[in-house]
Each structure stands twice: as C-alpha cells, then as structure tokens.
C-alpha cells in the first residue's frame, strides 16, 4: 500500500492548522484521510459575502501527482460551478501541479468566488446573468448565502419539503 | 560538509601531575566525539528561515530527509536540478515527469523540464 499519499495529506494537514489561509478551513475525516471537509467563507465585499460554503474533496493514492475532486456540497450559483457541485477550474484539471497542497487548493476556489471565468461557464444561467444582469446575479448568489448557513442535510429536506408543496 | 567537534571532556591536570612536555598545558583531552552535519547545496543559505528549512515542493519533506519512498536519506535519495534552477527530491521529480500530465513540466514554472548538471546559480 502506498503511503505516500497520506504522508502528504498529513503534512497538508499540519500547514492548514498551524498557518491557516483567511477564511478557508479543511480537515481529513476522522476515519478516512483521503476523504476532507472543507469550509471556504464568501469573500468579503462579494455578493458571496457570509456565506459558509461547504466542500468535499477526494484524494486517491496518486496524490500529490493528480489532483484530488472538489465538489461543493452547498448549493452553488456560479458560472463555474455545475449543479451537482463540481467545478470548473484549471488547476484542477489540466493545469495541476504537484507543488499545490490543499491549503492552495482551497485559496484558489475561494478567488474563483469573486473572479469567475465567464469563458468556460459549467452554469450557464449564472454566466450569462454574470456578463448581463449582475443586479439579478447578485440576487441569486445571496440565496445561495442564506442556503449555505443549513446543514446540506437540512437543505435537502427543505427542498424536498418546497417540492411536496408545490 | 560541515564538521564540527562536539562533546569534549576536559580535565584540568594538578601540576603535581604535569609532565616535561605538557607542564604548560592547563586541560588533557582525554576523549573526543566527531560530529559531522551534511546539507545538499540547494542554494539556501538561510535553511531556518521558515523553522523547518528546505523542502522539496512535491512531498515536503525537507531536502535533507528523503522522498516518502525512501527510509535514509543520503546519496541513495539525491535532489535533481532543473536548467530553470528548480530543485526536487529525483524520485519526487521522476514520478511527477512519469505522468502524461506532467507534459514534462517543471512543476513550479511550467517550463519544459531540463534536468541540470548540477545546481544552477
């Protein structure tokens, strides 16, 4: 078994609690390192601003030379963030290196919050309010604000609910 | 290399017990333990400038452990040099260029890995 990973992980780890990015947390599951939680806060002055987005990432034994998938467990609207939480950003695809740790991993997509790349839209209803409405893209970002406070638990059951409603 | 001598007892001779040769020698080595320090020549002069010293960019591990694949550091786990003056554990790098991802970049510069001589000043 290859522990090469989990040595870097471990080392990722100690980076993010001793010298920790403003407004990223991250830490590895109790029982399984190769699975984190993460926690990027909106940038202040964005229309993401308060939000408390939660993340999953995953890393596999080819760590650090691949990179780990992010997924957004809150609900996003961004332009480049899919529905199902996926995102669209070129360190994680094919500008990877393996010089990045989590702590970068993490400070990056937080500078994709208030920097999107309306170019490769992965939500093509948020780019396009981006680049031409952004009274209403603000609107919908400061939902997603107020989701971002539930658990993504509860935000599953609160849809459920709404949908049962309608 | 760095040598240094550490650990040197001393005694101070009675001059009931001074001889010819040492009568004007006030301390008797009567043991000594070398100790010698080894540091790859990355260039850093000033390795305690983030309390951990120099470490390779892909594990982390300062260059004076070894690549995570490796149990002794030493010659048996040497740094590569780029012409882009960049510098990783060889196994790190090698591993890193192994893959079609790599496009065979320098992982901090992204130019086009070409491993150096030596190190590149």
Redesign the interface.
Known sequence: MS??CR??LI??FK?LSTDPPGGISGSPCPDNIMLWNAVIFGPADTPFEDGTFKLMLTFDE?Y???PPTVKFLSRMFHPNVYANGELCLDILQ??????Y?VAAILTSIQSLLHDPNPNSPANAEAAQLYRENMKEYVRRVRATVEDSWLDPDEQVAMEQDSAGQA | MEMEEKEKDNETTRPSNARLEVCDQRVKIKKWHAIAQWRWDTGNNDPEDDGEGDVCGICRVPFEGCCPSCKMPGDDCPLIWGECTHVFHMHCLLQWIGTASSKQQCPMDRRPWVTAERKVD
Request: glycine share 0%; aromatic share 6%; no cysteine.
């Open positions: 522990t090469n040595r870097r080392r990722d980076r080819s650090p030379n691949k094919n500008r990877w290196s393996p010089t740790d």
